[in-house]
């Protein structure tokens, strides 16, 4: 039972260790796809799902000065340089700056339009409030890869982190 424990113990170690080695740099490549997969359909009319909500969204938030017709292909560039960004690792401090700026954008709908985003508001989100209310999860995605933007790193060993802890 005790070599057991010690094979499960060294794998666990080994499985942890991997996924601090390499557990953000997927995070961020797969963010990135992300951002720009759904910044590549906003560039064709009727694929995204979003495009009628983010038509209106910025419609009323430009107060009718940017047609959605220059709006779109804006927000879907955009999109597309956030994920360009992640997907490489270039620029990531503008990356992120993009990526925050948008999701700001994003959640304004909960508050210029709640019943197309919430059947029963609060606790009843619609199809377009889920894909908004996930949103927490880029943005969270977004945090712990800028805690790594300056050399930050995830550390897999528990004696190591107490010790930086005494600093």
Request: aromatic share 12%; net charge positive; glycine share 10%.
């Amino acid at each position: 039972m005790h070599k057991l424990y010690q094979w499960f113990d060294r794998m666990d170690r080994r499985i942890t260790a991997w996924m601090a080695r390499y557990g953000v740099m997927l995070l961020r490549v797969s963010l990135g796809l992300v951002f720009f997969w759904f910044g590549l359909l906003k560039f064709f009319p009727g694929l995204s799902p979003a495009q009628d909500l983010a038509t209106r969204t910025i419609d009323l938030l430009t107060f009718g000065l940017v047609p959605a017709a220059v709006s779109i292909p804006v927000l879907a560039g955009w999109e597309c340089l956030i994920g360009l960004g992640l997907i490489t690792g270039l620029f990531m401090r503008a990356t992120l700056l993009l990526l925050f700026m948008q999701m700001i954008g994003t959640i304004t709908p909960v508050f210029l339009f709640p019943g197309e985003v919430f059947t029963a508001i609060p606790y009843a989100p619609t199809l377009e409030g889920q894909y908004i209310i996930k949103n927490m999860v880029l943005v969270s995605a977004g945090l712990v890869i800028g805690a790594t933007v300056r050399g930050g790193r995830v550390i897999a060993d528990p004696r190591l982190v107490r010790a930086t802890k005494s600093l």
